[in-house]
């Protein structure tokens, strides 16, 4: 390891999670070395101060000490340590509270890809190393760079956006107040997906970009905002929200459309002209929910109608109860039978066949690697009780959870 390699300790009370870590991440690829893996908190803070790593991927829930409280201990031992949360929890609820001691973001065990991991681990190592780096500047301080303010309030929307901090509206205010001014005029939102690292290397019109953000996202707002009027934020390493003057937005569809042709897999969805703060958070956080299809069930950005995308929002978003198709039709402002006959023809299934198969994925991802009871997960899918959800799941997949579980488990750890 060279003095320049950075160190890594992983926490996770199951094996099966640290080895697979261990093994499958190029690791060399973020100049990045685990120098050790812990099976719980209590030993995962003895390895932290034996090899004093700065980087610590922790699950939340462990014995001995949970992730939250070894966040919070090393960042009172070692505040420049970046840290990032693995859990099987579907709610920020522990997120909040980890990333309010320091963690820098959260990651479900069933959800998360390598290319979000990626993300993170580029992003460490750009701060980690940046040279001549000084210690952060407080909000508001003078010296703040532009580079900066404007990472200030992507993270501060991100959170928001998640429910992990509600200080971004205030910051918004603030913000139409100065160089957001512009938005208190008709103002156009588009959610852009950029798909590789096409998109993530080719430059808008303009002045080249400095170098150094890390992920797809964000070398594509970089590039966007040099193009003209607007703003451009990276919502996820995937994902850019692009604010534009109404009436520039035939211009700033013109320039997405030529750089499509170079970078077929760039797509985006044009949302509600606002005007305002209220206007902005309303329809920012509407265009974000499309980002939950995207990431976790491969639904493309704008590519379903929207009844039929809200339709998908509301399965995935009440996935523990019994949603019927009635119900979602009448949500969603159509009739039944319309409904039905739409659903079918863009989605490929019928409502009743593309709720099955959305909560026996959820189902089997829970059972694989949570260790979370049957009823438990019977209560998550919107099933009356374990009995009951045992018999579907079995009808479903040919096995009874309890099987599945322990199969799937032997066939990760080989």
């Known amino acids: 390891m060279s003095d320049t390699t950075i160190r890594v300790l992983i926490a996770d009370d199951e094996v099966i ?36 790593p700065e980087v610590v991927i922790t699950d939340i829930v462990m014995p001995g000490m949970t992730g939250i409280e070894l966040i919070r201990k090393i960042k009172e031992y070692a505040p420049r340590t970046k840290a990032l949360l693995l859990s099987c929890h579907r709610d920020f609820e522990y997120a909040k509270q980890g990333i309010k001691y320091g963690a820098s973001g959260y990651l479900l065990k069933t959800d998360f890809s390598d290319e979000e991991l990626g993300d993170y681990l580029e992003g460490f190592r ?3 190393r940046r040279p ?7 909000s508001g301080g003078a010296e703040a760079s532009a580079a900066d ?3 200030g309030v992507e993270g501060a929307l991100r959170e928001w ?16 107040e100065g160089q957001w001014r512009w938005m208190r005029e008709p103002t156009v939102p588009y959610l852009i997906g950029c798909g590789g690292p096409a998109s993530a290397e080719a430059e808008a019109p303009g002045p080249s970009a400095a170098p150094g953000p890390a992920t797809c996202a964000a070398r594509l707002a970089a590039g966007l905002a040099s193009a003209g009027l607007c703003a451009a934020a990276a919502l996820s390493g995937q994902h850019v929200l692009l604010l534009v003057p109404q009436e520039e937005r035939q211009a700033w569809n013109a320039r997405l459309c030529a750089r499509k042709a170079a970078d077929p897999q760039l797509r985006w969805t ?7 703060a209220s206007g902005w958070l309303a329809e920012v956080r509407r265009l974000h929910g499309r980002i939950e ?33 009635a119900e979602a039709a009448h949500e969603v402002g159509l009739s039944r039978s319309h409904f039905s006959t739409l659903f079918k023809r863009v989605v490929g299934e019928s409502f009743v066949a593309f709720t099955c198969r959305t909560k026996l994925g959820i189902a089997s991802e829970l059972l694989a690697a949570s260790k979370l009871t049957v009823q438990d997960i019977a209560d998550r899918v919107g099933m009356p009780d374990a009995k009951y959800f045992s018999k579907w799941f079995k009808r479903c997949t040919g096995q009874t959870p309890s099987h599945y579980r322990t199969e799937r488990r032997m066939t990760d750890a080989r």
């Open 293 to 325: 299809l995207e990431t976790r069930h491969r639904v493309r950005i704008g590519e379903w109608p929207e009844p039929i995308a809200a339709a998908v929002r509301l399965i995935v978003e009440q996935a523990d109860s019994q949603l019927s198709v």
């Open 161 to 176: 956006l998640h429910g992990i901090r509600d200080g971004f509206p205030a910051e918004l205010e603030r913000l139409l």
């Open 132 to 138: 001549g780096q000084q210690a952060p500047a407080q």
């Open 126 to 128: 750009s701060e980690l």
């Open 17 to 52: 999670i640290r080895r697979g870590l261990i093994s499958t991440v190029p690791w060399e690829r973020y100049g990045m070395e685990v120098v050790a893996d812990a099976p719980n908190g209590t030993r995962a803070w003895e390895a932290f101060l034996e090899h004093e």
């Open 270 to 276: 044009e949302g509600a002209a606002f005007s305002g």
């Open 149 to 151: 303010k404007s990472a």
